[in-house]
């Protein structure tokens, strides 16, 4: 069974930085692209960010610059770095993989 967990969301002041976990369990993670998805509050969910299993990666224009995303396979873990955060990135944090979704981590930041 495919699980996913997410991880590392917190309260943090514009400008500042946090790093995203998503661990993954059940399947065959290195074969797998991995995408970062948030909803805002009130909002539908969006992309984020989105690297293939051969370490590809794609962003949305609204984070580029500023987020990176990244995978370690011999962990599991897919991490997303968010530099200079705003406020508009409050939202809950989802991961993908594998047709599965995480359960989410909230990110709140404050102005």
């Known amino acids: 069974q495919v699980q996913l967990v997410e991880s590392g969301g917190d309260l943090v002041q514009a400008g500042g930085s946090l790093r995203l976990s998503c661990a993954a369990s059940g399947m065959i993670f290195s074969r797998n692209t991995v995408i970062w998805y948030r909803q805002p509050p009130g909002k539908q969910r969006e992309l984020v960010a989105t690297?293939?299993?051969?370490?590809?990666?794609n962003y949305a224009d609204s984070v580029k610059g500023r987020f990176t995303i990244s995978r370690d396979n011999a962990k599991n873990t897919v991490y997303l770095q968010m530099n200079s955060l705003k406020p508009e990135d409050t939202a809950l944090y989802f991961c993908?993989?594998?047709?599965?979704w995480g359960q989410g981590t909230q990110v709140t930041v404050s102005s």
């Open positions: 690297i293939t299993n051969g370490g590809s990666t």
């Open positions: 993908n993989a594998a047709l599965s």
